[in-house]
Nanobody, 121 residues
Framework: QVQLVESGGSLVQPGGSLRLSCAAS????????MGWYRQAPGRQRELVAA???????NYADSVKGRFTISRDNAKNTVYLQMNSLKPEDTAAYYC???????????????WGKGTLVTVSS
């Protein structure tokens, strides 16, 4: 029903920057919210940042001031600009969307397969 394709994950040195992208496709009628979560080995998945269709954003305390989420509604794409990266940012990053799709629930929850970000010297 909905496909989310992430890109941009890579190996980067501490202090560096990366930009993640996630494009949503499928029988999408409306997207309410798009966001990024991350999961490090041995840890639970956690919210990194999210943005609503109206542009409201929220961030995890650990990334405030360093990460910026944005979206292109026309392209159903969300971005995560990550600056001043730290080793503790190392994780698999997953794109998430809450959307109304044809034949689906009124507010379906959909996930991408993830992209790996490694911060190491």
């Amino acid at each position: 029903q909905v496909q989310l394709v992430e890109s941009g994950g890579s190996l980067v040195q501490p202090g560096g920057s990366l930009r993640l992208s996630c494009a949503a496709s499928g029988s999408i009628i409306s997207i309410y919210r798009m966001g990024w979560y991350r999961q490090a080995p041995g840890r639970q998945r956690e919210l990194v940042a999210a943005i609503t269709s109206g542009g409201s954003t929220n961030y995890a305390d650990s990334v405030k001031g360093r990460f910026t989420i944005s979206r292109d509604n026309a392209k159903n794409t969300v971005y995560l600009q990550m600056n001043s990266l730290k080793p503790e940012d190392t994780a698999a990053y997953y794109c998430n969307t809450v959307a109304l799709v044809a034949g689906g629930p009124s507010r379906g929850d959909y996930w991408g397969k993830g992209t790996l970000v490694t911060v190491s010297s």
